[in-house]
C-alpha cells in the first residue's frame, strides 16, 4: 500500500521509496526514508495531496509523490 491509501491519524513504517534520487534525498532530510515510523496527519480535498508527520517534522506531500512511497501499517496491538 501507499501513503494515499491510509486514513487521517494512521501510523506506518515506509518500506519502499520508488522516486528519483533527488527526491529520495529531499524526503530523507525530513524524516521519511525505508524503515521510517510515518503518519498520516490529513488529506487534500478532492484528491489531492496529504500531510504527513514524521519524526517530529510535518511535511505536505504533494498525491504524485505521496503514491510512491510505500508503507506498511502498524497494528492495533502495537
Known amino acids: 500500500m501507499n501513503v494515499l491509501?491510509?486514513?487521517a491519524g494512521e501510523r506506518a513504517k515506509v518500506t519502499h521509496i520508488a522516486?528519483?534520487?533527488k527526491a529520495k534525498n529531499r524526503l530523507h532530510m525530513?524524516?521519511?526514508?525505508?524503515g521510517?515510523?510515518?503518519t498520516l496527519v490529513r488529506r487534500a480535498p478532492f484528491g489531492g495531496g496529504v500531510?504527513?508527520?514524521?519524526?517530529?517534522?510535518?511535511?505536505?506531500?504533494?498525491?504524485?509523490l505521496a503514491e510512491k512511497i510505500s508503507v506498511e501499517?502498524?497494528?492495533?496491538?502495537?
Do not use: I, S
Open 36 to 38: 521510517a515510523q510515518v
Open 19 to 21: 522516486a528519483n534520487e
Open 5 to 7: 491509501q491510509l486514513k
Open 73 to 78: 501499517q502498524e497494528r492495533a496491538d502495537g
Open 30 to 34: 525530513l524524516n521519511v526514508y525505508a
Open 51 to 64: 500531510m504527513l508527520e514524521a519524526g517530529g517534522v510535518r511535511l505536505a506531500l504533494g498525491k504524485n
